[in-house]
T-cell receptor, first 115, second 112 residues
Framework: GAVVSQHPSWVICKSGTSVKIECRSLDFQATTMFWYRQFPKQSLMLMATSNEGSKATYEQGVEKDKFLINHASLTLSTLTVTSAHPEDSSFYIC???????????FGNGTRLTVT | QQQVKQSPQSLIVQKGGIPIINCAYENTAFDYFPWYQQFPGKGPALLIAIRPDVSEKKEGRFTISFNKSAKQFSLHIMDSQPGDSATYFCAAEKGGGNKLTFGTGTQLKVEL
């Protein structure tokens, strides 16, 4: 089946630094990837839609300058949390699908802790 | 505005029981309804999904019942096991390749 790999699985960084999270589709090409954020015991909130070769589409209320998304190839999208603050601490999850009507598969998430 | 409402928030059943999780949606343009299972510290995993042209779909111990007129769908887990203890999310999508709208999640615990 379709596998989405996310790295790192967890990261601790100091306030003010930037952190990059990678999302790879291992056995399929993904023209579109999605980035979600999840707080403890809450649902997944879509942050942005990452499109290969073009700018990401951000959901309302998500700061595009803070959460930089790059989808440089059909198998890799990255999310960079810039100038991280403790309130950015969360579980970030990416997802991808191989084609328009195929199921959406999720990575195993990245636990970000900003101290 | 919550487009997909999920209930209950939490659920405890005995081993072998049949937990039922319900979801209701508002947007009639939704045409794809998946269910995801999530264990702590992991990403969601697709369990089963249904489209509005059928009223029921079964895969192994998991069954989705779909009521298009009521705009409701539910997940039934037959012969539940302690290993089924997880958080379950329903979701809805309109058109192919678009973003999913998730329900609020149900924390299921299956006791011995």
């Amino acid at each position: 089946g379709a596998v989405v790999s996310q790295h790192p699985s967890w990261v601790i960084c100091k306030s003010g630094t930037s952190v990059k999270i990678e999302c790879r589709s291992l056995d399929f090409q993904a023209t579109t990837m999605f980035w979600y954020r999840q707080f403890p015991k809450q649902s997944l909130m879509l942050m942005a839609t990452s499109n290969e070769g073009s700018k990401a589409t951000y959901e309302q209320g998500v700061e595009k300058d803070k959460f930089l998304i790059n989808h440089a190839s059909l198998t890799l999208s990255t999310l960079t949390v810039t100038s991280a603050h403790p309130e950015d601490s969360s579980f970030y999850i990416c997802s991808a699908r191989s084609q328009g009507n195929s199921p959406l598969h999720f990575g195993n998430g990245t636990r970000l802790t900003v101290t | 505005q919550q487009q997909v409402k999920q209930s209950p928030q939490s659920l405890i059943v005995q081993k072998g029981g049949i937990p039922i999780i319900n979801c209701a949606y508002e947007n009639t343009a939704f045409d794809y309804f998946p269910w995801y299972q999530q264990f702590p510290g992991k990403g969601p995993a697709l369990l089963i999904a249904i489209r509005p042209d059928v009223s029921e779909k079964k895969e192994g111990r998991f069954t989705i019942s779909f009521n298009k007129s009521a705009k409701q769908f539910s997940l039934h887990i037959m012969d539940s096991q302690p290993g089924d203890s997880a958080t379950y999310f329903c979701a809805a999508e309109k058109g192919g390749g678009n973003k999913l709208t998730f329900g609020t999640g149900t924390q299921l615990k299956v006791e011995l």
